[in-house]
């Protein structure tokens, strides 16, 4: 693997941390601010928006410069939005410092999976699209817990100040291991847009939104779920986050190994694997040591998906990835919001915490659903309707022969042509 991962994965790393770890400051940043911790929640809320709203507005933008360059601006904003945060004199600025910095997430990610992808040989993109995410993953068993810890005994702004620094490092990595690969010729923020007629790629980013809505379903009430129901200690959830987060760098890197050989059998076994363990969550939550196997392999079954949901965007999308990967991130953060609202609906309803669960398994489902529809219609042969867009488009269709050297001058390049 290049050099080239290892500096997105450091900047995925550094927005791991800064987006999760503002979870278990909330109460300190609430004290000091004098809001209450919902209205702190808000914090939660705007970054996760903020990376919905970002990823196709900051990739639009960047379509005028090349890759590296927007990955170096990007980083640079991410370091700029992190240190109002740390510096905000009133909860309003800080929020803006969050949204802010949620605009550089999305496109970061993005770009960076295209980037990654063109770096090594076709039969290693999802390895290599896994290797970035690792970053965020690793973020969640070292990062969070860390930052955490100083923000609680050194006081939350310098936890912003080191994450900043975290970014500084990221963008010094872009520029020094990142390749400047030419910008693709002949392509436009038209043609960018053209691809969301190809109906495969908006099969993929339904899965993306409900698959990895399934995971947030349960994760984001993990803490009162382990403390009311399973009945551990407050001080005991941080290492069950640490399980989770463990199994999340477990999943993606195996996920992406996998999907590399066999795509869609991947991604559907995964999905059908999540579901199943949601599901088993709603009684192995009555028992610790059950349930923390449990947390493990939701990590693991739920980042598991991760590469191969982004691997699919870029193949379903090749003549012109860069706005589809984008947006596709921007669908994570979209399936985490709309877990969260259901199952905080279903929570006031009064079915307690471990319904949640079945939330989970529902968003899942239709996620597999999805995957079946989509691999029946490119079963379909030459005339599937996803092809049949994507010429109308004037774009190569995943199969299509000749796409390979169609995609070198669109996006992505042939395979004897990457950088070793």
Not at 103 to 123: D, K, M, N, T
Not at 214 to 239: K, Q, R
Not at 314 to 323: I, Y
Not at 329 to 340: E, M, R, S, T, V
Request: hydrophobic share 55%.
């Amino acid at each position: 693997m290049p050099l080239a991962l290892l500096a997105l994965a450091i900047g995925a790393f550094g927005i791991g941390t800064t987006e999760f770890v503002i979870i278990g400051l909330l109460p300190q940043v609430a004290g000091d601010f004098g809001v209450s911790v919902p209205t702190a929640g808000l914090l939660v809320t705007g970054y996760a928006l903020g990376v919905v709203a970002g990823a196709p507005l900051m990739s639009a933008l960047g379509t005028k410069v090349t890759r590296k360059r927007m990955l170096m601006l990007l980083m640079g904003l991410f370091v700029v939005g992190n240190l109002v945060s740390a510096a905000a004199p009133v909860f309003a600025v800080m929020l803006i410092g969050r949204v802010i910095t949620s605009l550089a997430h999305g496109a970061f990610f993005g770009i960076g999976s295209v980037v990654a992808a063109e770096v090594v040989a076709p039969a290693k993109r999802a390895g290599a699209i896994a290797t970035m995410f690792t970053g965020l993953t690793v973020a969640n068993v070292v990062g969070v817990p860390l930052g955490t810890f100083v923000g609680q005994s050194a006081g939350w702004r310098i936890t912003f100040v080191i994450v900043a620094g975290l970014g500084v490092l990221g963008l010094l990595g872009v520029a020094r291991l990142v390749p400047d690969l030419p910008r693709p010729e002949g392509v436009s923020l038209r043609h960018e847009l053209a691809v969301f007629r190809n109906v495969q790629v908006l099969l993929a980013m339904g899965m993306t939104v409900f698959g990895f809505g399934g995971v947030f379903a349960a994760i984001t009430y993990l803490a009162p779920m382990m403390t009311d129901v399973t009945g551990y200690a407050d001080g005991s959830v941080t290492w069950l986050l640490v399980l989770l987060g463990l199994g999340m760098v477990l999943g993606n890197l195996v996920g992406g190994r996998l999907a590399d050989r066999r795509l869609m059998p991947v991604l559907m076994t995964a999905l059908g694997g999540l579901a199943v363990a949601l599901a088993l969550f709603t009684v192995t939550a009555h028992n610790k040591a059950a349930a923390a196997v449990t947390v493990f392999a939701i990590g693991a079954l739920g980042f598991a998906t991760t590469p191969p949901l982004q691997k699919r965007v870029l193949d379903q999308a090749a003549g012109a990835p860069t706005l589809a990967s984008a947006v596709n991130i921007g669908a994570f953060n979209l399936g985490n919001a709309l877990a969260a609202w259901i199952g905080g609906l279903v929570i006031s309803a009064g079915h307690g915490y471990t319904a949640v669960n079945w939330v989970g398994v529902a968003l899942a489902g239709v996620a597999l659903l999805l995957a079946v529809l989509s691999m029946s219609l490119e079963s379909g042969g030459a005339r599937r309707p996803g092809r049949l867009v994507a010429r109308s488009a004037g774009l190569p269709a995943a199969g299509d022969s000749g796409s390979a050297a169609d995609a070198a001058g669109a996006g992505l390049s042939r395979p004897g042509s990457h950088p070793r």
